[in-house]
């Protein structure tokens, strides 16, 4: 009975150090090896967006490189901006007009 228990105790310590192990690996796998992950020292890209008068965003879609954003305006028509992903500045629009 003695060396069930100590068998239980020591196959107990090794998942705690096991645990302890691979949260060291994860911090030290992070791009900067000290686990902030994803964090960068750039300072935060920021933007405003002037939308017309009166216009809803409807829906908006995030890709690698731009931001596109659905808008309905005031008079019921459709409008796409297009952002860029990293700067947050409007590359263009697209109205949709239906016939």
């Known amino acids: 009975m003695r060396g069930l228990k100590a068998l ?3 196959m107990g310590l090794l998942i705690i150090f096991g ?4 949260i060291y690996a994860i911090v030290q796998k992070s791009p900067d090896g000290f686990g902030r992950g994803f964090a960068s020292d750039r300072s935060p890209s920021v933007s405003n967006v002037l939308l017309p008068v009166g216009a809803k965003v ?3 879609a995030v890709g690698a490189e731009q931001i596109v954003i ?3 305006l005031q008079n019921g028509s459709e409008r796409l901006l297009i952002l860029n992903a990293v700067t947050g500045r409007l590359v ?3 109205d949709l007009i239906s016939e």
């Open 8 to 10: 239980v105790m020591g």
């Open 19 to 22: 645990v302890i192990f691979l």
């Open 58 to 60: 409807e829906e908006t």
């Open 70 to 72: 659905r808008l309905r």
């Open 92 to 94: 263009g629009h697209i």
